[in-house]
């Protein structure tokens, strides 16, 4: 398992990421801290992404989560490699996570993989462009179909995307801009297009 060149030859939290370790393991009971694994997992991701520009979790990484919460590391690996969350390669500052499970594909999620594709110059999945800035990955359901098809990038959703919509986002950011995420085409959360319809004239009042 990734006995690869791109394996650092080591990892420990850095200031940032200690400081929030004692509040995290605090929320389970004594001698339950294993159950930490997945925050401190995301907390090394994190501290990844902070620090080179690509939120993955290698291996000496996984190995200082064991350390800290007292679990062997195989145990660490065994959950870091179920989830498809943690990156246990490098990705691009961007990780471009297409959904495109029944709901997204009815609403045209083949535009948005091919309008990713276009702009990156990523021929396949879990690759990465050729100027480090985008990985593109294949996702199940992200819970969001009501505002299908959703590209999310990184920790955002970006929904009701469609082609033009997927390129003129991509473009932004190699700009180095970050588009507000959400609906863009501007729908008030998932209400209609246009703004809600129903419930237009409910006030809600505390007193009654
Ligand atoms: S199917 Fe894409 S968010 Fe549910």
């Known amino acids: 398992m990734m006995a690869d060149s791109t394996q650092p030859?080591?990892?420990a939290f850095d200031t940032e990421s200690n400081a929030k370790i004692p509040t995290i393991l605090a929320k389970y009971p004594p001698g339950k801290q294993a159950s930490a694994v997945l925050p401190l997992l995301d907390l090394a991701?994190?501290?990844m992404g902070r620090t080179t520009g690509s939120a993955w979790v290698p291996r000496v990484a996984m190995d200082e989560v064991a350390r800290v919460l007292g679990m062997a590391p195989i145990r660490v690996y065994e959950v870091a490699t179920f989830y498809l969350m943690f990156n246990t390669e490098p990705v691009g500052k961007y990780h471009l996570q297409l959904c495109t499970t029944t709901p997204c594909w009815l609403r045209g999620s083949d535009d948005v993989v091919q309008a990713?594709?276009?702009v990156t110059g990523i021929k396949g999945?879990?690759?990465t462009s050729a100027d480090g800035l985008f990985t593109m990955s294949e996702v199940e359901?992200?819970?969001a179909c009501v505002n299908a098809p959703i590209l999310q990038v990184n920790d955002d959703f970006y929904e009701?995307?469609?082609?033009a919509s997927t390129e003129k986002l991509l473009e932004a950011l190699k700009r180095g801009e970050v588009p507000p995420p959400g609906s863009v085409k501007g729908r008030q959360t998932s209400a209609p297009e246009g703004?809600?319809?129903?419930l237009t004239t409910l006030t809600f009042n505390p007193a009654e």
Not at 195 to 198: F, K
């Open 9 to 11: 030859a080591s990892f």
């Open 45 to 47: 991701q994190r501290q």
């Open 116 to 118: 990713c594709r276009k």
């Open 125 to 127: 999945w879990k690759e």
């Open 141 to 143: 359901c992200v819970g």
């Open 160 to 163: 009701d995307m469609d082609a």
């Open 195 to 198: 703004g809600p319809i129903t």
